[in-house]
């Protein structure tokens, strides 16, 4: 949305839909309540500029559209619409995802070198007994370890986005997530 000291640009546009677009684009007006047509073409650009406009296949849609109709599902999900249906489809996948690739499960570690398991393993060890979190120096006094590998083994972990960080009094505290 443009504030009112940038310079707003008017583009000239006419734009002939085919019946099916037509239906979707006041599809799309009423199901975001947008007041009129200009604010449904910014809706869209900024939907699809930032990667956001998904597409699903006709069957998929219709296969969604039938189940969260039903009038018991909506009541036990409070599911709303199929833009939602799909939102919650995401963000269930991602918590799936997450537990999956977690230094916390057995079998991601197993993809793990034995050093870097090790290493994984006294993390898990040691942030069960610290509430601040895991320094590079309990690491290496916990594993009687060089620092340096396990620095290495900490920069993997958080490469693979399975190690998170914080830095407070200037000391780097690590967390498994």
């Known amino acids: 949305m443009a504030k009112d000291d940038e310079k707003l640009q008017k583009l000239p546009i006419r734009v002939d839909l085919d019946d099916e677009d037509a239906k979707k684009f006041k599809y799309i007006q009423n199901n975001f ?14 939907k699809v500029y930032h990667g956001i406009a998904l597409e699903i296949d006709n069957d998929m849609y219709n296969e969604i559209h039938k189940i969260i109709s039903s009038k018991s599902i909506k009541i036990k999900y409070a599911i709303t619409s199929v833009d ?3 939102k919650r489809a995401m963000s269930e996948f991602l918590t799936i995802l997450k537990e999956e690739w977690s230094l916390r499960n057995w079998n991601m570690r197993q993809t793990l070198s034995e050093e870097e398991n090790d290493t994984a393993l006294a993390l ?3 942030q069960l007994q610290k ?12 594993m009687k370890k060089d620092k340096d590998l396990l620095t290495k083994h900490l920069e993997k972990f958080m490469t693979d986005a399975l190690l998170d960080f914080r830095e407070s009094h200037g000391k780097i505290y690590y967390y498994v997530q």
């Open 33 to 46: 309540k947008l007041k009129n047509k200009a604010e449904v073409l910014r809706f869209c650009v900024n």
């Open 84 to 86: 939602d249906f799909i």
């Open 124 to 126: 898990l060890e040691l």
């Open 131 to 142: 509430m601040p979190g895991v320094t590079i120096e309990d690491l290496a006094r916990h």
